[in-house]
C-alpha cells in the first residue's frame, strides 16, 4: 500500500501527496481471490470488518455493498480472514488487486445519531385563533430575536355535527416541526368549541409560518450595506481623475514597459527585485515603483527580505505595499529608512469593514486595495480619510500551494521557469500555475480573467493586474479600464461584483 505522510515529515516532494487518485482512497479491508465478469461476483479474502451497507473501490471499480454472501449464504457482516463473495460490481478486475473500504454504512449510522442530538432547534412560542367561520390565524414568535409573524389560512373553521376537534389534537400538529430550524416551547389554543377543521389546514399554516419566519429571520441577519458618502462627494473621484496602479506578477524580456502610457504606479514584487534586477531599476526610474512584499513569509523567507530590504530601498521606490501583518514587525526595525515612503495596505489584510479601514488611518497607511472578493455594495460601503483601490482587471490568484505540482511531475531544476503550466478541471478549465522560485511556492491563479468597470465604486484609483500580457494587450487593458469600462468575452469575469457575500 502506498502510504503519504503529507506534511507530517516536513518532504514537500513527490512523496508528499498521492497522485494515483485524486478523492479519497479508503482503508485497505482485503484482497480479490477471483473475479466473474458476466455476474460482477467478485471474491474477497478480508483483512478487516466488512458489512452491508459499506462501500468499497478496487482500482476504478466501486459500488455499495448491497449484496455480501459466504459460499451460498447470504450473511450481513463479515470479519478479518473471511473468504466472502459481493455482487454487482463492473470493471478490470484482476486476483490480486487491492479492495479499500471507502465508506463506512455503520460509521455513517453513528455519526447521523450523534449530529441529530447536537442538531439545535430555535424555540418558539405559538398562539393559534381558531374561530367558527373564521379563516386560521396562527401567531408564531422566534423566542432569541422576539420576532413575529402572523400566518392566515384560507381554510374556514366550521361547526361541528357531533364531537369536535381537542385542543390536545390541534397542539399534537402544531408541535410536528420535522426538519425546520424550530421546535415549540409553547403552544396557546384560542379556539371556539366544537368545532372541525381539516388537519391539512393546520398543517398548511403551520409549513408557512415557519417557511416565511425563517426567511424573516435571513434578511435581519443581512449585514447592513449603507453606503457612508462624505460630504459633497470629495472622495469620490471623476473619471478623467482616477489613478491606475499596475502589478507586474512577471517580467518579461521582450517588453519595454517604459513605453506603456497612462500607469501612475507600479507594483513590483519582492521577488523580482531579486531576479530582475536591472529591468526593475529602469522602471524606477520611468515610474513611481512600489516593492509587494508576499503574502507568504515563513521565517527564511523573512530573513531574505530584511537582509535585502535596505538594497531594495536604495532603488528609488516611493513606497511599500504591506501583505501580511508580520511585515509592520519587518519594517519597524527600517523606521528611519522608511519614514518617506508610502505604505499600502494589500488586500490580503481582508479589509471588508470601515472599523478596519480606521484602523489602517491609525497605522498611518495611504492606501488599501479592496479585497477581489467584495461585491458592489460593499465596496461602496467603504469609506474614510485614506485612498481607496480596486482590482478591476486580473487574474485571481485562487492558492498559494507549498507543495509544487510541477516538481512533482518534472525533475526539479527550474523546470517552472522553462515554460508554461496548467491544471485542467474536470469542465475543461484550465488554472494557470506560477512559481514563486524565492520558496517554490505555487501560485494557482483563476482560469477566467476578472475585468470589471470602476464606475460607481466609490474609489480613488484602480489596479491592473498583469500576468503573461503583451505590450500591446496591457496598453489596451490600460486604456480600457482607466475610461470606466471593461473588457468582454468569454474569457472575462465580474468576479463577485455582483455576488453578495
Known amino acids: 500500500m502506498d502510504l503519504v505522510l503529507g506534511y507530517l515529515k516536513g518532504k514537500l516532494g513527490k512523496e508528499m501527496m498521492y497522485t494515483k487518485r485524486p478523492n479519497h482512497m ?29 462501500s468499497i473501490a478496487i482500482k476504478d471499480s466501486s459500488c455499495k455493498i448491497s449484496e455480501l454472501m459466504e459460499g451460498k449464504n447470504n450473511i450481513k457482516t463479515a470479519q478479518n480472514r473471511q473468504i466472502i463473495t459481493i455482487g454487482r460490481i463492473k470493471g478490470k478486475i484482476l486476483k490480486g488487486d487491492k479492495v479499500y473500504k471507502t465508506v463506512s454504512g455503520k460509521l455513517n449510522k453513528e455519526i447521523i445519531q450523534i449530529a441529530s442530538r447536537e442538531n439545535i432547534k430555535r424555540p418558539i412560542n405559538a398562539k393559534i385563533y381558531l374561530k367558527e367561520n373564521e379563516k386560521i390565524k396562527l401567531e408564531i414568535k422566534d423566542l432569541w430575536s422576539n420576532i413575529k409573524l402572523i400566518e392566515v389560512e384560507d381554510t374556514i373553521v366550521k361547526k361541528a355535527d357531533n364531537n369536535g376537534i381537542s385542543k390536545e389534537r390541534i397542539r399534537e400538529q402544531l408541535s410536528k416541526t420535522g426538519n425546520t430550524t424550530f ?36 434578511q435581519s441577519f443581512k449585514r447592513n450595506k449603507k453606503v457612508e458618502q462624505h460630504s459633497n462627494n470629495e472622495n469620490k473621484k471623476a473619471n478623467s481623475e482616477v489613478k491606475v496602479s499596475v502589478l507586474l506578477n512577471s517580467i518579461k524580456e521582450d517588453i519595454n514597459y517604459t513605453k506603456i502610457t497612462g500607469i ?17 531599476e529602469e522602471i524606477c526610474k520611468h515610474f513611481d515603483t512600489y516593492l509587494l512584499l508576499p503574502s507568504i513569509t515563513k521565517s527564511n523567507y523573512e530573513r531574505l527580505i530584511e537582509s535585502n530590504l535596505v538594497y531594495i530601498l536604495k532603488k528609488n521606490i516611493k513606497g511599500i505595499v504591506v501583505s501580511n501583518l508580520s511585515h509592520f514587525e519587518i519594517l519597524k526595525k527600517y523606521r528611519n529608512e522608511i519614514k518617506h515612503l508610502k505604505l499600502i495596505a494589500n488586500y490580503t489584510l481582508n479589509i471588508t469593514n470601515n472599523n478596519t479601514v480606521k484602523e489602517l488611518e491609525n497605522m498611518k497607511i495611504s492606501k488599501y486595495i479592496v479585497p477581489p472578493e467584495l461585491d458592489k455594495d460593499s465596496i461602496q460601503s467603504l469609506a474614510g480619510n485614506i485612498e481607496k483601490e480596486a482590482i478591476v482587471y486580473g487574474r485571481t490568484l485562487l492558492m498559494t500551494s507549498e507543495y509544487c505540482t510541477i516538481g512533482t511531475f518534472k525533475n526539479c531544476n527550474a523546470t517552472c521557469e522553462k515554460g508554461t503550466y496548467k491544471l485542467k478541471d474536470r469542465m475543461g478549465f484550465e488554472f494557470p500555475i506560477y512559481t514563486d522560485r524565492v520558496n517554490c511556492n505555487n501560485l494557482i491563479y483563476n482560469s477566467k480573467i476578472t475585468s470589471i468597470s470602476y464606475k460607481d465604486l466609490n474609489v480613488d484609483s484602480i489596479r491592473v493586474d498583469i500576468l503573461d500580457e503583451s505590450e500591446g494587450e496591457i496598453q489596451n487593458i490600460v486604456n480600457t479600464h482607466k475610461k470606466g469600462y471593461r473588457l468582454e468575452g468569454e474569457k472575462y469575469t465580474n468576479g463577485n461584483l455582483y455576488r453578495e457575500i
Open 264 to 280: 501612475d504606479n507600479i507594483y513590483v514584487p519582492f521577488r523580482l527585485f531579486l531576479s530582475n534586477k536591472e529591468r526593475v
Open 26 to 54: 479508503g482503508v485497505l479491508m482485503g484482497e480479490v481471490e477471483g473475479y466473474e465478469p458476466n455476474k460482477g461476483y467478485a471474491k474477497i479474502k478480508l483483512s478487516k470488518e466488512l458489512n452491508l451497507g459499506d
Open 183 to 218: 421546535e415549540i416551547n409553547e403552544i396557546q389554543v384560542i379556539a371556539d368549541d366544537n368545532i372541525i377543521v381539516p388537519i391539512s389546514g393546520l398543517n398548511s399554516v403551520r409549513r408557512n409560518a415557519f417557511e416565511k419566519l425563517e426567511k424573516k429571520l435571513v
